[in-house]
């Protein structure tokens, strides 16, 4: 195999974000992310590491409806307390030349224009290396956070998705020309207004103007990523996103997963290989094999099942207060005929399993899908075999320990996929999008949907209603 295998860590602004009950761990430092050095002293690690980016995840609400309360979320640090992922970024760049970052924003509930903004001073700061991981946002928490009283629907919510990045093209690639910013001195023009324009959006859900308040950025459109797992989650990705994260079970299903997103982005007129796929990852390496085998025992002592309880949230009943013995089936039964409208639904369990086993199941930090334990050697395998068999592209690993995981990781398991040829040996190019696609690909390719907008084509100004015009 020659491709090289990109790899991300899997962040989030908060001390408890995918692996529950890891916090008390004696090593791991999370309780310090409220702190700037927190956040240099990881970016300048990764960047040692080579990696390709640091990805922040985000949710704008709390898990509260695991027992119809936050209390288990609050007390087990599930995603709260969470800080803003947007503001630790320009501190990271400070820090590191090469190293990209991508941070989770919603499109549901703040509208375009600001963020636009934000997006595109990221990408000055970092010199084009901003991304952006777009969600539609699932808590009905959010929702009540910003004024509405309960969730939009799904489907309603990708429709809003997809306007809001309408917008945001027409901002970043539309509203001003390359060559705008001349700063003369001597004729004393800074921008040349002929090249700037308004936008003059008005759709379904958004009205806006423009034009965009800053300049073009080294990438103009920051790197695009995703992770919708509906249909129209995947329409939306095949449309937009430059990278993905591909959802399944066991590599047949990623292998299937990933050709399904090679096949739409083709269906949208894109190249197949214009979208990423990236997997999650846990790994846990030693020196050897029993080394490897003792750090995971320790961490699987302190996973704890109530914190990925309140996380799936909507479970609806409190299984750890039933007998382990008792049958999952046997517990929706009475729940339903104490007419409580409840069920114990959530793709971790199935009916046969007893409390026990779905309690262990859902605190086992090797319940995959990749999850790869061992030796740097083994470890190296499980990666390459993964990525020969499925045509992923990469993975964001999942930290069990921080620092520690991304220290064993480049530590061990970077030098061994090097010497396979299947790393890279040093950061050859400046932006993020250049180095997912290539030298001289900091724009977005012409056959995406936001490249439609360049030099001012296709705003339909013209068609605007003269009093939206006439208003500014
Ligand atoms: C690796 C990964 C990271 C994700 N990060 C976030 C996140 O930070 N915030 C969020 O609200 N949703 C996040 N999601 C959820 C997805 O945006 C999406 O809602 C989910 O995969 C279900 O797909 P669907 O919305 O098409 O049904 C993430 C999903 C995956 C697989």
Known sequence: MSKQI????????CVGHISHGLWVHPENTRHRFNELEFWTEEAKLL??????AVFLADVIGAYDTYLDSVDTSLRESVQIPTNDPLLVIPAMAAVTKHLGFAATFSTTYEPPFAFARRASTLDHLTKGRFGWNIVTSYLPNAARNFGLAEEIEHDTRYEIADEFLDVVYKLWEGSWDEDAVIQDRVSRVYTDPSKVRY?????????VAGPHLVQPSPQRTPVLFQAGSSDAGRAFAAKHAEAIFVGGWDIESYRRNVADVRRRAVENGRDAHDVKAYAMAAVVVGRTREAAERKLEQLNALSRAEGYLAHLGGIGVDLASYPRSTKLSEIVAKERSAGRDKSVRSRFFDSEQ???????????????????????TEVADAIEGWVRDTDLDGFNLQQLLTPGTAEDFIELVVPELQRRGLYRTRYAESTLRERLFGKGRSRLPGTHPGARYRGGANLGIEDVPTDLAGAR
């Open 6 to 13: 990109g790899f991300n860590l899997f962040e989030m602004n």
């Open 199 to 207: 936008i003059e959006h008005v759709g379904e859900h958004f009205a």
């Open 47 to 52: 960047e040692e590491g080579l990696f390709d």
């Open 354 to 376: 007893t409390v026990g086993e779905a309690l262990d199941r859902l605190t086992r930090l090797d319940r995959g899908p990749f999850f790869a334990v061992g030796t740097p």
